[in-house]
């Protein structure tokens, strides 16, 4: 059951679902999304998905390949129509007025769109063109936005020179010229190293915080949708759950015991009888949430002489958010779904 449980702090917005938003005009969100449904022949990609993002967040929408990502992103960056319920962005229907909706939005795809034989500062004009942006304006505009992102010294460079964060850097720089109220990105830090990859969430945080625009991203990176304000947790086309990271992981329970053994499938339904404990064997180890887990050691280990071979205590990830909501773990996911090395 999706659960929309917090807001990013000083945000004063009660929980609520889209619907109510209509009674209360002051708050109209940046994005709501209602009952989304989108096919490619007989497959559903999106099977009913809805939720809603307040100006100013940062909304991840985190689920494993083939969970519906891109074709929820192309419907929101206008570039596909859904076959049922609707988005708006800012109270504008993606379907319908698409110049105005386009106005207001920054879109970057997973395979970054600038030109590598053109400068940094021409890739910006040339986009400015593409917005009817001219002259000075946009001259300053560029130059501006190359220095935000720390790439004025590379403003004559061809992108094509420029390292995998800085063209990511430059990719953002392109979709904020227009100065968009709402960025759209898809899988924004993938092919990213880990620096670079810090790098780009200091830029959205900073964007955040000094324009106050509206974020939402796809991911399939857990570090990733930990720095998010709030998360929607995608799997096979569905809302599993939604909420901040750290009020997802809370509702889980406070400790999770992972127990390294020889069969864990035997050893998890024994420690089921045995303590009445809900656990689950996933992954090769047994899972038990409690929240006070770690008293559980000692009685364990006596109880199953010889079958425990180690135990790991760990507060919730959102890997065990994933799994506690669907089921089964994200890297099964993966790994099971039909789109595994296909997916865009
Ligand atoms: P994600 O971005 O989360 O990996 P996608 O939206 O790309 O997910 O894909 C969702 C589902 O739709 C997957 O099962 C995928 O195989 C399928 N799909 C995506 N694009 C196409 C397409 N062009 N034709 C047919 N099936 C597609
Ligand atoms: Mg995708």
């Not at 009674?23 to 559903?44: F, W």
């Not at 790439?151 to 061809?158: E, K, P």
């Not at 750290?246 to 889980?252: F, P, S, V, W």
Request: negative net charge; hydrophobic residues 35%.
């Amino acid at each position: 059951m999706p659960t929309d449980t917090s807001h990013p702090a000083g945000a004063d917005v009660p929980a609520h679902t889209p619907a109510e938003h209509d009674t209360h005009p002051g708050s109209q969100p940046a994005l709501q999304v209602q009952d989304l449904v989108y096919s490619y022949g007989e497959r559903r990609a999106l099977d009913g998905v809805s939720f809603d993002v307040a100006p100013g967040e940062i909304f991840g929408l985190l689920g494993p390949n083939g969970s519906g990502k891109t074709t929820l992103f192309s419907i929101l960056s206008t570039l596909k129509r859904p076959q049922g319920g609707s988005a708006h962005i800012f109270g504008l229907d993606v379907t319908g007025a698409a110049d105005r909706v386009r106005a207001v939005l920054g879109v970057a795809f997973q395979h970054p769109s600038i030109d590598p034989q053109l400068t940094c500062t021409e890739n910006l004009h040339h986009q400015g063109h593409l917005y009817g942006q001219r002259g000075s304006a946009l001259a300053t505009r560029s130059a501006e936005l190359l220095e935000r992102f720390g790439l004025a010294d590379r403003a004559g460079d061809r992108a094509g020179t420029l390292s995998g964060g800085m063209q990511r850097r430059l990719e953002l720089a392109k979709t904020l010229l227009h100065q968009p109220r709402i960025l759209v990105l898809d899988e924004p830090a993938t092919g990213l190293d880990v620096s670079a990859r810090g790098l780009l969430w200091e830029d959205l945080k900073r964007l955040q915080g000094e324009t106050g625009v509206t974020i939402v991203l796809t991911t399939h990176l857990m570090q990733e949708a930990d720095r998010c304000d709030r998360l929607a947790v995608m799997n096979r086309g569905k809302i599993a759950v939604i909420g901040s990271p750290a009020a997802l992981k809370d509702e889980i329970g406070g400790e999770v015991l992972h127990i390294e053994a020889e069969s864990p499938d035997v050893l998890a339904v024994d420690i089921q009888k045995r303590f009445g404990h809900e656990v689950t064997a996933v992954d090769g180890e047994v899972r038990l949430e409690d929240a006070r887990a770690h008293r559980l050691v000692p009685e364990l280990i006596e109880a199953f002489p010889g079958r425990v071979r180690s135990v790991r205590i760990s507060p919730p990830t959102l890997e065990d958010v994933f799994l506690h909501a669907t089921g089964h773990t994200f890297h099964e996911e993966e790994s099971d779904s039909p789109a595994n090395g296909k997916s865009a």
